[in-house]
């Protein structure tokens, strides 16, 4: 009945189940994850609704999650099972984008008859509402996209295959109509990334533990150099620096002096590393257990647990994660690409900085926000898939050469990149202006978007406000319930800042940081992750770590892990450590005892 993937999640299966049990022309309605509408795995459902039913309505909001307990972004689809395949072909599905709550157009449960008529009224008003547009449609509300079903069957066709392999149909419910005049306009002059590029995801160690360590660390362990360092195209000796996240660097040149880690590449087998240092590291490796990890144990045939194979160190590095700050790294350097980048390798050499440049636009948070995999109901990173970056819209090789000597003009890849608020120079959607964006991004834009696609000034104005109101809608509607939770449990924000002060006065963690820290000399600066789950600090093979879920931070100290636990847990994005381990240690049991009493006050507050 349905090809569906082993990585879909359980829903998938409830509607190869439920539409056994339908006649023709009965009806499925399901609110579920709107992953499947993007992702690769959702293609088999995608095919399932195309081949069994007449798909009447996908419905989304961009202002709210509907389920206060689950971590992800929903939507809700309305099938009619039909086994008539031309009455399938016509029919047109409505895409619904809701930019009110649910509860502006459907009033709440009641037990009053009249009050339940009214809302049964609401919900029969909506479904007009939406059946009634044969064409875009956009208010204030909502906005609805009629697509033809045939329509979407050929987008997701594959000629050369012969089958369906699937299609994005977020687009459909997300994209603003300047996305459509985009493709309408670069009909021949964009092309996915992949068909002037190669591009593939960074390597993948299974123990960061084992094979990444400072320069200090592999001489103080007197590792060989050869298991460290390389030869450059002139037979110098360097070592090699590994890039493992976006966050390490705040510019887009990449430059080894920045990098903390060195990646150990151990290509040979044990019998001929006899009287190396490396064999007593690699059995220190195998009593720590990190021969065992499950990457570690499953490397390809013939390759130890120790040696990680190919290096990846492509001249362009893109992040497989991103929040607000959207940055493409160029790799002049060649450094090595840790898995949370994926490597791109133009066809034409001559071309690797400019479509760097090319890939910094703001045409790309443009297509990432609308393609790229959704966070929960946490607001964590969009997901980058591989064949989201490998789809990514950039001007054809003829077009980007032509334009090479103004790109080269552009100094964007010296400076820092800033999140995309900054760099759009708004903070609200009012804000947002021509004038306002950075200098050198509107110069760069105005190649691509102006020069090469042929958009108006009040076109590019679209594209800054769609990209705006993209990034600011998922914050917003990872607050939702954030929201709503305070008020459920009566939480007053404004009465428990007041309780606080009452009891602690000024002196908080604002003025401690302002009295304490940023008075000291000698500080460095650390960025904080958002933590998933619970945080954990530890005594790792190379020294401490602070670590929640898969995102770590390594720590000189246990104090220095302690310190930083305070401000992760406090929601800071980064923040200032003094070098000096013992001023630390100093000051933490009175940091500690100030954010003790914080969280008793408001965990009485919270109870009563």
């Not at 045939?301 to 940055?327: C, H, K, M, S, T």
């Amino acid at each position: 009945l349905a090809d569906i993937s082993k990585r879909a999640g359980i829903h998938a299966y409830f509607f190869v189940h439920g539409t056994k049990f339908l006649k023709d022309s009965g009806r499925f309605g399901f609110i579920v994850s709107n992953s499947w509408m993007d992702v690769d795995y959702g293609k088999g459902l995608q095919e399932l609704f195309l081949w069994h039913y007449k798909i009447i309505a996908i419905i989304e909001s961009k202002v709210e999650r509907w389920f206060e307990d689950a971590d992800v972004n929903t939507c809700i689809i309305i099938l009619e099972k039909c086994k008539d395949q031309k009455e399938r072909d016509e029919n047109l599905v409505r895409f619904a984008y809701l930019f009110k709550p649910l509860r502006h157009f459907i009033p709440p449960a009641h037990d009053m008859w009249e009050k339940q008529k009214e809302r049964l009224d609401a919900i029969e008003k909506l479904e007009k509402t939406i059946l009634a547009h044969n064409d875009f449609y956009q208010n204030d509300e909502l906005r609805i996209y009629p697509k033809k079903q045939s329509e979407l069957w050929e987008e997701g066709f594959d000629k050369d295959e012969g089958k369906y392999t699937g299609s994005k149909w977020g687009k459909y419910l997300r994209a603003p109509e300047i996305f459509f005049k985009i493709l309408e306009k670069g009909k021949d002059k964009l092309v996915p990334l992949k068909e002037i590029a190669a591009v593939k995801r960074g390597f993948t160690t299974g123990a960061n533990e084992f094979f990444y360590l400072t320069e200090d660390e592999v001489k103080e362990k007197g590792i060989e150099k050869e298991f460290w360092m390389h030869k450059d195209e002139k037979g110098n000796w360097v070592p090699n620096y590994v890039f493992v996240k976006a966050n390490e660097l705040e510019s887009p040149v990449v430059k080894s002096d920045s990098l903390q880690n060195l990646v150990l590449f151990i290509k040979k087998d044990k019998k001929a590393l006899k009287d190396k240092k490396i064999l007593s590291y690699i059995r220190h490796g195998e009593r720590s257990g990190f021969h065992e990890r499950p990457t570690c144990a499953s490397r390809k045939p013939g390759r130890q647990w120790y040696d990680l194979g190919e290096n990846i160190n492509n001249i362009i590095a893109f992040p497989e994660r991103v929040r607000q700050r959207y940055i493409v790294f160029y790799n002049p350097e060649r450094v090595s690409l840790n898995k949370n980048l994926y490597g791109i390798e133009p066809r034409d050499n001559s071309l690797s900085k400019v479509i760097a440049l090319a890939l910094n636009s703001t045409l790309t948070p443009l297509y990432t926000e609308l393609f790229a995999r959704q966070p929960g109901g946490g607001g964590g990173p969009l997901d980058i898939d591989v064949y989201v970056a490998k789809d990514i819209l950039i001007p054809q090789n003829g077009l980007l050469d032509r334009f090479k000597k103004r790109f080269s003009e552009i100094e964007f890849l010296e400076r820092k990149t800033e999140t995309i608020f900054d760099e759009l120079g708004a903070y609200s959607p009012e804000e947002v202006s021509l004038d306002k964006v950075k200098p050198d991004r509107r110069e760069l834009d105005k190649i691509i978007m102006s020069e090469i696609l042929g958009l108006t000034e009040d076109e590019q104005l679209e594209v800054y406000r769609a990209v705006f109101d993209l990034v600011r809608s998922i914050l917003e509607k990872a607050k939702s319930f954030g929201k709503q939770g305070k008020t459920k449990e009566g939480l007053d924000i404004g009465l428990l800042t007041r309780s606080i002060k009452e009891k602690l006065g000024d002196k908080l963690l604002g003025h401690f940081y302002r009295e304490k820290i940023l008075n000291q000399r000698n500080l460095k600066t650390v960025k904080l992750f958002h933590p998933a789950r619970e945080i954990h600090i530890k005594n790792e093979l190379f020294g401490w770590r602070l670590s929640s879920g898969k995102d770590h931070i390594d720590c000189q100290s246990e104090a220095e892990a302690e310190y930083l636990k305070i401000w992760l847990e406090s929601g800071l994005e980064e923040v200032k450590v003094p070098k000096d381990d013992s001023y630390i240690s100093k000051i933490l049991p009175d940091l500690k005892a100030l954010k003790e009493k914080i969280d008793q006050i408001i965990s009485e507050h919270i109870s009563t």
